[in-house]
């Protein structure tokens, strides 16, 4: 009785990680590729049922349905267009230029505290928050009642590491307008330069699309396996853990997608086929 593996079954063994390729369901479009060495599982579950009368007992089994899962670790949590792919509506990245860029006035409420910092917020129309390439280029800054302010008098722009745009402001009451705390100021911004970005967007979505890929590995004796999936779902899953001072854990997001059976294919290759290449 053998008690190790022979030479046809270690070519059976894979060698190689994963490289899993995904585009939105139903198109041509170009693949969002990724090598995944965090381990990758696939799997299809039939539902099987039991067709039974009381007079003759069980008469036969049938599939109710049929799903699959793929599930990883992915260590590339910011990985942005990534996400967008395989989301496939789910999440929504939007970039922003660099450079001189329109933002809102912004006003500070009546209240204030004097010589406090005051974050600079440099926000445009559709609420985006940008981060400043310099000292933010303001037009005016205007108090209800002693009118406009005078920079390095009335108010100073000083760095701020808890700004969002890294820079604050702050009013003193002894400058040339003795402005009061009880007055509303508006700052109006010349269109500062600012750093490009690009941001993901998520939440309030009702429904989102199918995506399709295959998976890639080799085999010890460099037979190619490719797994064609039809149609999957990203369970819309995402963390970014951050570690404790001087822990090297990595931060890793979960993916799960859940495949489900693609009704315009023939009957029985409706969720996935398991290719083998000679190459």
Wanted: aromatic content about 12%.
């Amino acid at each position: 009785m053998a008690n190790s593996f022979n030479a046809a079954d270690l070519a059976e063994i894979s060698n190689q990680p994963a490289v899993a390729h995904f585009r939105k369901f139903g198109t041509a479009t170009a693949y969002t590729s990724t090598v995944f060495t965090n381990g990758m599982s696939f799997g299809v579950t039939p539902g099987i049922s039991t067709q039974a009368w009381d007079d003759t007992g069980d008469v036969y089994d049938y599939i109710t349905d049929e799903t699959g899962t793929i599930t990883f670790d992915y260590g590339q949590v910011y990985n942005q267009s990534f996400f967008e792919e395989i989301g496939n509506g789910l999440y929504t990245v939007e970039n922003t230029g660099s450079g001189a860029q329109a933002v809102e006035d912004q006003l500070v409420s009546a209240g204030w505290v004097e010589q406090s910092n005051i974050t600079l917020d440099l926000i445009n129309a559709t609420g985006t928050f940008y981060v400043a390439d310099g000292v933010p280029a303001i037009t005016s800054v205007t108090a209800s009642v002693s009118g406009v302010l005078a920079a390095g008098d009335d108010y100073f722009i000083v760095v701020d590491e808890n700004s969002k745009s890294g820079y604050s402001i702050l009013f003193d009451s002894d400058g040339t307008a003795t402005v009061a705390t009880t007055e509303e100021i508006t700052i109006v911004y010349a269109t500062p330069s600012v750093f490009g970005q690009s941001t993901m967007y998520m939440g309030g979505k009702s429904n989102f699309g199918a995506i399709e890929g295959y998976i890639e590995t080799v085999l010890r004796d460099g037979t190619a396996i490719r797994i064609d999936f039809y149609r999957g779902f990203f369970n819309g899953n995402y963390n970014a853990t951050f570690a404790a001072t001087n822990d090297a854990a990595a931060s890793v997001t979960n993916v799960v997608i859940s495949l489900k059976k693609d009704p315009s294919r023939e009957e029985g290759k409706q969720i996935a086929g398991i290719n083998r290449i000679t190459v």
